[in-house]
Nanobody, 128 residues
Framework: QVRMVESGGGLVQAGGSLRLSCTAS????????MGWFRQAPGQEREGVSFMTRSGRATYYTHSVEGRFTISQDKAKNALYLQMDSLKPEDTGMYFCAAGPCWLVATFSLVRSPNSGYWGQGTQVTVSS
């Protein structure tokens, strides 16, 4: 059984930091890529960051570049997202997902959600 479990969300003031964690189990992660996605109220889910399994390549959506840092611990099958200098527009439900590399890397997994595996999400709220 595949499980993706996120944690680390919360309420923080603008300019603050949070560190999200995701632990995956039940799937051969060497065959998948993992990334972070988010969904603000009333908006579509969007990609935030992606890291290759090798760790050699990372990608960030433009709005979080320079503020967020993705990392992983392959021994723990864990993916992290360090979020600094948070802004109110970063508010939303954050999801960890695993899927085919080409879908995760292009953030296209949001249009084919059944092609991957998703966690239940962790809420991030940034107050102004």
């Amino acid at each position: 059984q595949v499980r993706m479990v996120e944690s680390g969300g919360g309420l923080v003031q603008a300019g603050g930091s949070l560190r999200l964690s995701c632990t995956a189990s039940g799937l051969p992660l060497d065959d998948y890529a993992m990334g972070w996605f988010r969904q603000a109220p009333g908006q579509e889910r969007e990609g935030v960051s992606f890291m290759t399994r090798s760790g050699r390549a990372t990608y960030y959506t433009h709005s979080v570049e320079g503020r967020f840092t993705i990392s992983q611990d392959k021994a723990k099958n864990a993916l992290y997202l360090q979020m600094d200098s948070l802004k109110p527009e970063d508010t939303g439900m954050y999801f960890c997902a695993a899927g085919p590399c080409w879908l995760v890397a292009t953030f296209s997994l949001v249009r084919s959600p059944n092609s991957g595996y998703w966690g239940q999400g962790t809420q991030v709220t940034v107050s102004s």
